[in-house]
């Protein structure tokens, strides 16, 4: 069977030096699904749940989107087979996080897609990019998105 990334061979990723402040995002959204699951798991009152989810949405998942759309799909192009993925797992989020109804079902939804959606971008899709991208388009990510520092919503640590 062929290997289709470091990840499959065991070795770690190679991340380039513009990619990392996104692969540093994947790591929180990962951090925020295993919180969903902490949250769950001690029968947290859902709307806590939800409210925490709504604010990392706002502050955190849509401007990650929007990069990742307008400066880092656009290298392989809107016909990618892997990009067109890409944005309907994100279109598929954005209505799990906006729904109004099944709120608890959605939250196990929205932290399952998520963590698949970040472990594709992370294995599949930024390795695909690397090895098409120039210079100057790794350099335009890097110009229109730097590393944020991560500050936590610690108003309700449900998760603890």
């Known amino acids: 069977m062929k290997k289709n990334s470091d990840f499959e061979t065991g070795l770690p990723i190679k991340r380039s030096e513009f990619l990392k402040p996104l692969s540093i995002e994947h790591h929180h959204g990962l951090l925020f699904c295993w919180k969903i699951r902490a949250g769950i798991k001690k029968d947290v009152e859902i ?27 656009t290298i392989l192009g809107n016909e990618n087979e892997l990009i067109k993925q890409a944005v309907s797992e994100h279109r598929r989020l954005e209505r799990l996080f906006e729904s109004s109804t099944e709120i608890q079902k959605n939250l196990t939804l929205i ?5 698949k959606h970040i472990r594709f971008e992370e294995r599949i899709l930024f390795g695909e990019i690397q090895k098409n991208a120039t210079a100057d388009q790794l350099q335009s990510i890097q110009i229109n998105h730097s590393e944020e520092k991560f500050v936590d919503n610690l108003t309700d640590p449900f998760w603890e």
Do not use: G, T
């Open 47 to 73: 709307s806590r749940i939800k409210k925490y989810a709504d604010w990392f949405y706002q502050n955190y998942l849509i401007p990650h989107f929007e990069v990742e759309e307008k400066y880092v799909f």
């Open 111 to 115: 932290e399952e897609e998520l963590e």
